[in-house]
């Protein structure tokens, strides 16, 4: 299968790089600010994707089977620094590619995220469960999978994904490896203990994105993540214990919603995902939070500290 994937440099557009390689698929991959290598990329295009003509022409030029969207301004803060350039990659580009996909009959992954949901919920949020954005990413995701819908509801399937761990092709874009920049520079990083999230690696999400663009009978929105929901402190303290670091090699501090109360506003507290009915129809599997740890390695650029 020819596939056309936007975000190849990020952290989960190079997984799906690596997932579809082992899957046998020819990959085009776009990068935009990144020029380092990208494992197993053969076709590498760089492209801004806020020119639509240029997405367009270069999806029109490659007529691919699939489209798996990986391109976005992915943290919230910068979503909120810069707005009309988050609006464009993160909504304005996937009605693109949706439009793009319905004109070609091509397959469309998109992904979204957890934090369409406020994070007020005890329990575990359902796929058909009402979306109620806290901040602004979250509102443009919820936008984008609306748009997606609208555009190509027979081609698209948009996956809301949970926070993600794994090796960046940066090195300084997932949890641990942010975790490992500050204790180099001997920072101590703060983390909340009442605000839990359900992690899974980016390869695991990858095998899974790569799983349903060959699979065209999974449509409209579906949830993935890890099987184990875990404060942001713990999850620190588990990255520090799989390292065999000690606390005095790695110190951690924690805070509270209440100690941040300005922040908290726009950070869903508890974001539990209801993985069915997904998780049963997929070969991929959902992964323990212990399983995602053995996949993570120590940072290229920390590597010097960490054997000191
Ligand atoms: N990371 C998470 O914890 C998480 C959690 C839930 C959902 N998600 C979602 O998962 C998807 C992938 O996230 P990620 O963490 O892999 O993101 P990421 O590491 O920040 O990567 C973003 C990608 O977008 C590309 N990009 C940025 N601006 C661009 C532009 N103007 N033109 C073309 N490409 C551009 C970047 O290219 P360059 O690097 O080459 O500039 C990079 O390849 C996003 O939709 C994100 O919202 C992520």
């Known amino acids: ?27 085009i991959g776009t990068c935009h600010r990144h020029t380092g290598p990208i494992e197993g990329l053969r076709t590498r295009l760089t492209l ?7 997405a367009t022409a270069a999806v029109l030029e490659h007529f691919p089977d699939a489209i798996v969207n990986c391109a976005a301004v992915s943290v919230p803060d910068e ?32 992904i979204s995220s957890e934090q369409v949901f406020p994070g007020t919920s005890a329990g575990a949020y359902a796929a058909g469960d009402p979306a109620d954005p806290i901040n602004l990413y979250g509102r443009q995701k919820l936008a984008s999978e609306q748009a997606v819908t609208a555009a190509a509801a027979e081609f698209a399937v948009t996956v809301r ?27 101590t ?22 799983e349903l663009a060959e699979r065209r009978d999974v449509r409209g929105v579906v949830h993935w993540a890890g099987t184990d929901l875990v404060s942001r402190l713990e999850l620190a303290e588990r990255v520090r214990a799989h390292f065999r670091l000690t606390p005095q090699q790695a110190p951690l501090a ?18 539990e995902l209801d993985l069915r009915p997904l998780a049963g ?3 991929t599997r959902p992964e323990s939070l212990e399983t995602a ?8 650029a920390s590597r010097a500290w960490y054997l000191g």
């Open 189 to 210: 990083p703060r983390l909340f203990t009442d605000e839990f999230r359900q992690p899974c690696t980016a390869d695991n999400l990858a095998e899974m994105l790569v």
């Open 254 to 271: 924690a805070t509270t919603r209440a100690d941040q109360a300005d922040a908290a506003r726009r950070r869903p507290a508890r974001l």
């Open 79 to 110: 979503c909120d620094r810069q707005p009309a350039l988050a609006q464009a990659l993160n909504v304005d580009l996937p009605a693109q590619l949706a439009r793009l996909a319905h004109h070609l009959s091509a397959r469309l992954v998109h």
């Open 281 to 283: 129809k997929l070969r």
């Open 48 to 54: 801004d994707l806020t020119d639509p003509a240029a």
């Open 1 to 27: 299968m020819k596939l056309f994937l936007t975000g190849a440099s990020g952290l989960v557009g190079a997984a799906c790089v690596r997932a579809a390689a082992r899957r046998g698929h020819q990959v």
């Open 161 to 187: 994904a949970p926070l993600l761990l794994g090796n960046s092709p940066g090195g300084g874009r997932s949890l641990h490896e942010r975790l490992f920049a500050d204790w180099a520079a001997g920072r």
């Open 293 to 300: 740890l053995g996949e993570l390695q120590v940072p290229a």
